[in-house]
């Protein structure tokens, strides 16, 4: 009885986390979607060039940046990935959200400053090392999106 409870405490702790951490994950990706809806008029091209017939009242640079840390489900998935090659599927949800944010945290910010457009936008990935590792392993990746923030208004 004591071996059975010695070995289902910690497989359930790890069951537990895995769900919380599907849940939170969902939950997160709701709230993306809900404010990419509310800044769907807030245009954020790569383009460092504007159309003539737009006149800039003012501009700034915007940044918006995220640290994600990798969870351990997902961290063990991929290192038995690295073992015979292939996509790091495991990884990919957590790029994407990390991306999306960075985004919507540039639009924040150009929104809170009173632009509407934001133009040359471009994304830039660092990876940032685990210290316990000697620098080896990864802690987290950080994801910031920065371009230029716009006032504009159609020329008459």
């Known amino acids: 009885m004591d ?18 951490g599907i849940r939170l994950e969902s939950n997160h990706y709701k709230s993306i979607r809900d ?7 807030l ?6 060039r504007l159309p003539l017939d737009i006149e800039v009242e003012k501009a700034e640079m915007v940044t918006g940046s995220v640290v994600v840390s990798l969870d351990y489900f997902k961290r063990f998935l991929a290192q038995l990935r690295a ?4 996509r790091i599927k495991s990884y990919e ?5 990390a991306r999306r944010e960075a985004v919507l945290r540039m639009k924040e910010q150009a ?3 009173g632009h509407n457009r934001v133009i040359n936008m471009r994304l830039e990935t660092s990876r940032l090392a685990n210290s316990r590792g000697g620098g080896k392993r990864t802690a987290g990746v950080e994801v910031l999106a920065y371009g230029t923030a716009l ?6």
């Open 43 to 48: 245009v954020a091209i790569n383009f460092s």
């Open 93 to 97: 949800p957590l790029l994407d959200r």
């Open 151 to 156: 006032s504009v208004r159609e020329k008459s």
């Open 111 to 113: 929104l809170a400053n």
């Open 83 to 86: 073992v015979v090659g292939g």
């Open 35 to 41: 404010r990419e809806l509310e800044m769907r008029d």
């Open 3 to 20: 071996l059975l409870i010695m070995f289902s405490s910690p497989l359930f702790l790890l069951l537990l986390g895995f769900f919380i």
